[in-house]
């Protein structure tokens, strides 16, 4: 029997759903298990073999990546359903039909066609269901209900343990793999990629960013034993070119099948660009022999949207929200504020969770950031903003370093900072702000600013 598993039952009002969820196992917790995800769709009719899957893996660029391979395949005329996380603003975002979230009232509906099997695979489980493995059973059902073309779908952590393993990717790609959620996948990159590896199956078309040398043993090795196809970037596919342009940046891709000119990228940074790369070649992957047609990779690639990734969210003085929350998205963020951006000064908003790298993801933005204000988001996970600050003086230096334990508190202070900028040298009027450290963070700080704006 279960150890007193959260009721499952249905509700009347999304926000009825939204506790009912929060109620369960947080998506932090894992039990490296198989089992209760797999009854729960068992029970559900096992809906995530009733479309093809682009199964998406990796530590950094899953979501943005994603939300490119969408953008591509709606454009081919393909209904695709699209399931990320963690969300930005709202829980309803995680579960995306025809390029757009659920509304509050699909979301709804979307709990309550699995919330009573839910509670009969609490009944028969040691463990109830986690809040995670809930939320895939729904994007699953969701999809079959539609039902979808595809589902492009992002693991939540690692891969082979991770719920949304269940499916059996027709396509698994594997982004960059660096170091992040170690207390859970290991210490070294070679040890995160042997259990990211696991979305791939046997048949599987496996589309790999660049790794190192002892990741990409392992993707081939894994590739190898169970008789998938690999297509390497930098030998099958990659960027050719990249300039960076007004809002984003122009590219020439190399796709497995064709070669795709003036590709304009409405995001920042080169991980952005090798993204891109990643996306047009998983979606030839998934399509077929044909190179796709060169208007319509233009045109999709014009309209991909990554909310808080390198977003401008205020001007005057710029306000840039990025959820990097480890050292590798911190460095390649760094690279792209020096490739499409001129703050000067640039001050950092940080809030991190306790269970981060921070001390790596502090030292990887300390020679962009003149100054940084150590703040906290709204979590029980959330670092203290005093013990932030101390990490910080040590990397930062003690005359850098402010504090300012509430949000709202801390971007003020950065934005009059910036609005200084002679305080950090001869720079006035040309500051800027960057919110980053948490998913969480951005999310928080994208919702109080978008009001101001709206005010």
């Not at 001007?315 to 490739?339: E, F």
């Amino acid at each position: 029997m279960s150890e007193s598993p959260p009721v499952s039952q249905s509700v009347t009002r999304y926000a009825e759903a939204e506790r009912a969820l929060l109620a369960r196992w947080p998506e932090t917790r894992l039990e490296p298990s198989l089992d209760r995800i797999a009854a729960l769709t068992e029970l559900l009719g096992e809906p995530q073999r009733t479309y093809p899957v682009i199964h998406l893996t990796g530590t950094n660029g899953k979501t943005s990546t994603s939300r490119m391979v969408d953008t591509l395949v709606r454009a081919l005329d393909l209904r695709a359903g699209r399931f990320t996380s963690p969300h930005v603003e709202s829980m309803t975002e995680r579960i995306c039909l025809d390029g757009e979230p659920l509304t509050e009232e699909q979301f709804l509906e979307a709990y309550n066609d699995v919330a009573s099997i839910a509670a009969l695979a609490d009944e028969d489980s040691a463990h109830p269901l986690s809040f995670f493995e809930m939320v895939v059973g729904m994007a699953y059902s969701a999809f079959a209900t539609a039902p979808v073309d595809v589902a492009v779908v992002e693991v939540g952590m690692g891969g082979a343990w991770d719920a949304t393993n269940v499916a059996d990717a027709s396509v698994a790609v594997i982004l960059p793999v660096a170091v992040d959620h170690s207390a859970y996948l290991g210490s070294r990159p070679v040890d995160i990629a042997r259990e990211k590896v696991g979305i791939i199956k046997p048949g599987s078309r496996v589309v790999c960013a660049a790794q190192g040398d002892d990741v990409a043993a392992v993707v081939a090795d894994r590739v190898a034993e169970v008789g998938a196809t690999l297509y390497l970037e930098g030998r099958d596919f990659g960027v050719i070119q990249r300039v960076p342009a007004v809002g984003g940046q122009m590219l020439r891709l190399q796709g497995l099948r064709a070669e795709y000119d003036e590709v304009f990228l409405p995001l920042y940074g080169a991980h952005q660009g090798q993204n891109a790369a990643v996306a047009l070649a998983a979606v030839e992957a998934f399509v077929g022999e044909d190179p796709l047609d060169a208007g319509l990779v233009r045109a999709a690639f014009e309209e991909v949207t990554s909310p808080g990734r390198l977003e401008i969210i205020r001007r005057s003085p710029a306000i840039v929200l990025d959820a990097a929350h480890n050292p590798h998205g911190a460095a390649a963020v760094v690279h792209a504020l020096d490739d499409s951006f001129s703050f000067d000064p640039l001050i950092g908003v940080v809030a991190v969770m306790a269970d981060k790298d921070y001390q790596g993801l502090l030292a990887a933005f300390e020679p962009a950031m003149a100054a940084i204000v150590c703040t906290q988001n709204g979590t029980p996970r959330a670092l203290p903003a005093d013990r932030l600050a101390d990490v910080a003086r040590g990397i930062f230096g003690t005359d850098r370093v402010y504090v300012a334990p509430r949000l709202d508190d801390a971007i003020e202070q950065a934005a009059t900072l910036a609005e200084e900028g002679g305080v950090f040298g001869e720079a006035i009027g040309s500051g800027g702000v960057l919110i980053t450290g948490s998913v969480v963070t951005v999310g928080e700080a994208r919702t109080m600013l978008k009001r101001r704006n709206r005010a």
